[in-house]
């Protein structure tokens, strides 16, 4: 554990109750000074209700939230120093641009030429440094987002904290308001909660996600780790699109499995497959393995990292047309795979037989309660 | 609330609604001059029924308004002759600017004191969460239900149990009670549309609860903070049962001074007086009503 310093915010044990529903639970988690945290996971998995808690909007049911080394589960949410953009910005209709931002400063001791400079700096950073004097009502929805993050920033909180920003905003806005908020975060270089249920969102933007179900942390980790070697088949699921194939061990030699995986109606020749892993497993033992729909690859094999090469045949039932890849159905072995491959001259068409390739390091093996095998 | 504010909107926003209908029925029959409407006879009917209904309704306010420039002491058509002689008389009549001045002082300090609680109470109701909100809600609002007779007996037996001499706190009082339903009900219905997002944004910044109030919620809360106050001046100036019960010897509202007039004669001045309080209580909710839209334009810029 990284020194108490360096931790912005520190959750331990952190419990949330509303009478007999567990919202969260067992939640203990640092957030380091500087990065960005996203909560990830569907509605109701409590990730809204761990930022409240954070920002000190709901109460704590047990366990202990530290910003700053400091313990605030009886410290008022005024008194936290947190910046907070909410879903739909919430910015005070009656006020100017101007006093919407420098609500805050008005709790901070600052003369008014000061004030109105930092207000000046927040719209500048924002990127709208003309609106001062207009009114919430007649911004778009971008606008409000960037007024609302100003004046989340001016007040210089220990902790940004946002509560899915973005969902408000349409496609192409989303993406770009992404980006914006990302190179604010690194230019201010503030600890940052994201809570959002756009895994797009979490993995571009997040140093750490955490990716939450029933109240639960399921898996926390860099976008990498949990998009390619995911703990649970909630959060293999939950990210991206995934085969999920049930197998038998049949062999565990240096690190590699060889698996034969089970066959679906019709008789087909079962696939045997080599997965490198860790895990200790039985001979004989029933696991899940977990491939990514794009890590398999029609055609062409991928580039070999050391490890051995699964090629197996099967024949395309279905394409789906996406403009830079192609969503393949293909059957094999009697199981029906996903396959997403970037479309290069000569797409696969139905009924085609296609050879498949699979790197042995390209699959997850989990056992067959949907975990990572310890 | 309902019940005051459907029993004084409801004829002209009817009439309103009427007077559109029976225009677009017009215009229909109009732009389809070939075509034969096979029963007008229907609408017209209808029409005619609607404007006798509002003519019973209106006429006897016009009646009085009418009367009171009338230059003669009865009450005849045709007029004899244009006079402010009855509201020349009003003014000079002590007893009744005494009564004036009672009304306002009294209808406003109600409306100050009935909205501050109105306010204290719906947020109490809105935002928080206690044992025995629903039971004191309902409490809040029966004053609605109870008929103003009992209720006025009732507050007056009460005090007479307390041996507690009639005064005029005590008629404030008793207004406020029959004012804070309709003030609840309004900012209640008002505080319910606004999300606590604002407050809790506040809150965030910095702001202590307090300082959220004044300057988040109290400010979106304004239109009903006025409307609430209107209602509770125009029931507070209107009011007469309650008031006779209530009031101690000596004070008369103008209700009450109107009523005690009547018991004598009935003189052309309560004609004037009338007008004067038919003119005081329809402006003053249209004042409100364009200020509000003034305030609303000028905060849009």
């Known amino acids: ?374 | 609330m309902t019940t005051t504010t459907q029993s004084r909107a409801t004829p002209v926003a009817s009439e309103a609604a009427e007077r559109a209908a029976a225009a677009g029925g017009g215009v229909a029959t109009r732009r389809r001059p070939g075509v034969r409407i096979p029963r007008p006879s229907g609408w017209s009917l209808i029409r005619l029924a609607s404007i006798l209904v509002y003519v019973f309704m209106f006429a006897p306010i016009a009646v009085v308004v009418l009367l009171s420039f009338n230059s003669s002491r009865f009450g005849t058509f045709p007029l004899e002759g244009f006079s402010f002689r009855w509201f020349e008389a009003l003014w000079a009549n002590d007893a009744i600017v005494s009564a004036f001045q009672t009304s306002l002082v009294l209808g406003f300090l109600t409306a100050i004191i009935s909205t501050s609680i109105g306010i204290a109470a719906s947020l109490a109701m809105v935002r928080y969460d206690f044992p025995g909100k629903g039971l004191i809600n309902t409490a809040l609002i029966t004053p609605i239900l109870v008929p103003e007779v009992v209720l006025g007996v009732a507050l007056l037996l009460f005090l007479r149990w307390l041996s507690i001499p009639k005064s005029f706190l005590l008629l404030l009082m008793g207004h406020v009670l029959i004012t804070l339903p309709f003030v609840v009900l309004v900012v209640q219905a008002r505080l319910t549309a606004i999300k606590p997002v604002y407050e809790e944004a506040a809150k965030s910044l910095g702001a202590n609860a307090w300082e959220t109030f004044f300057r988040v919620t109290l400010p979106l809360l304004m239109p009903a903070v006025f409307a609430g106050m209107l209602f509770a001046f125009t029931i507070s100036f209107d009011d007469v049962t309650a008031t006779l019960f209530w009031k101690s010897g000596g004070t008369e509202t103008v209700p009450t001074q109107i009523f005690a007039m009547l018991r004598n004669s009935i003189s052309p001045e309560i004609n004037a007086l009338g007008t004067v309080m038919i003119v005081l209580t329809v402006s003053l909710p249209l004042i409100a009503g364009g200020l509000a839209r003034w305030f609303a334009r000028g905060g849009r810029g």
């Open chain 1, 1 to 374: 554990m990284a020194e108490t310093r360096d931790i912005a915010v520190r959750l331990t044990d952190v419990e949330k109750n509303y009478g007999s529903f567990q919202a969260v639970r067992d939640m203990t988690l640092d957030i380091p000074e500087g990065s960005f945290v996203t909560l990830l996971g569907p509605s109701g998995c409590g990730k809204t209700t761990t930022l409240r808690m954070i920002a000190g909007l709901e109460s704590i049911t047990a366990g202990e939230i530290a910003i700053k080394g400091r313990r605030v589960n009886e410290v008022p949410i005024h008194k936290r120093n947190l910046g907070v953009v909410f879903q739909n910005y919430a910015l005070f209709p009656h006020m100017s641009i101007a006093d919407n931002v420098a609500f805050g400063l008005k709790y901070r001791k600052l003369n008014k030429t000061d004030a109105r400079e930092k207000v000046r700096r927040a719209l500048q950073m924002v990127r709208l440094p003309h609106v001062e004097d207009r009114f919430p009502g007649q911004l778009s929805g971008g606008q409000q987002q960037r007024i609302a993050l100003a004046r989340a920033i001016v007040i210089e909180p220990d902790v940004l904290l946002l509560d899915e920003p973005l969902s408000a905003l349409d496609a192409n806005l989303r993406e770009d308001m992404r980006v914006e908020l990302k190179r604010i975060q690194r230019e201010l270089g503030i600890a940052t909660v994201f809570v959002t249920h756009d895994q797009g969102e979490a993995l571009a933007m997040s140093d750490k996600v955490v990716v939450m179900s029933d109240g639960q942390m399921e898996q926390i980790g860099t976008p990498e780790d949990v998009y390619n070697r995911p703990t649970s088949r909630f959060v293999a699921s939950f990210l991206g699109n995934s085969n999920f194939l049930g197998a038998t061990v049949e062999d565990v030699t240096d690190g590699l499995v060889t698996l034969a995986v089970k066959p679906g109606e019709g008789g087909a020749m079962p696939i045997r497959l080599s997965i490198a892993s860790n895990g200790r497993f039985r001979k004989g033992e029933a696991v899940q393995i977990v491939i990514r729909a794009e890590r398999l690859c029609i055609g062409r094999a991928p580039e070999s990292r050391g490890g051995p090469m699964n090629t197996f045949e099967g024949v395309v039932t279905n394409v789906d047309y996406q403009g830079l890849n192609a969503r393949y159905f293909v059957e094999a072995g009697g199981q029906k795979l996903q396959v997403i491959n970037p479309i290069d001259q000569h797409p696969a068409r139905e009924g085609d037989r296609v050879t498949l390739h699979l790197r042995s390091e390209d699959a997850v093996i989990l056992d067959d309660t949907g975990h990572v095998h310890h």
